[in-house]
């Protein structure tokens, strides 16, 4: 657990230094912040003195520029994602969030008639 609050530490720091200058890097990090809290197993990763949001971005750019069209370059979210995931180390498939905890409220009911939505 110490090495996710370590790397999410980090990732803060990184985030707030860039947010004024390159508001993409807030995204890739907001990004990463969500990969590594899914998977705390993976914050190891993260807090690699090498690799930082601004190299994931970086990397991203280079991919960008090998399908770029005259001056303009996209990336389906999908590819940019696995681009970022590939450059920490995290592996080439998605890691998708957790399911969202379902309360199990059976003692409270909402009763309704089709007919009272008609009326």
């Known amino acids: 657990m110490e090495k996710l609050h370590l790397a ?28 590594i809290s899914d998977c705390p197993e993976k914050a ?9 949001l601004k190299g ?8 960008a520029e090998k399908v770029k069209v005259g001056n303009c370059a996209v990336l389906s979210d999908d590819e940019g994602f696995r681009i970022v995931r590939e ?9 998708h969030s957790k399911e969202p905890v379902v ?10 008639n089709l007919d009272d939505l008609l009326r």
């Not at 990732?11 to 912040?33: H, M, S």
């Open 56 to 63: 994931a971005y970086e990397a991203m750019r280079k991919a």
């Open 44 to 52: 190891e990763l993260v807090l690699a003195k090498d690799k930082t």
């Open 87 to 95: 450059y920490f180390g995290i592996g080439n498939e998605p890691i």
């Open 8 to 35: 999410l530490e980090k990732l803060d720091k990184e985030i707030e230094k860039e947010k004024e200058k390159n508001a993409v890097i807030q995204v890739i990090g907001n990004y990463v912040v969500q990969l």
């Open 103 to 112: 309360k199990n409220n059976s003692d409270k009911k909402l009763s309704l």
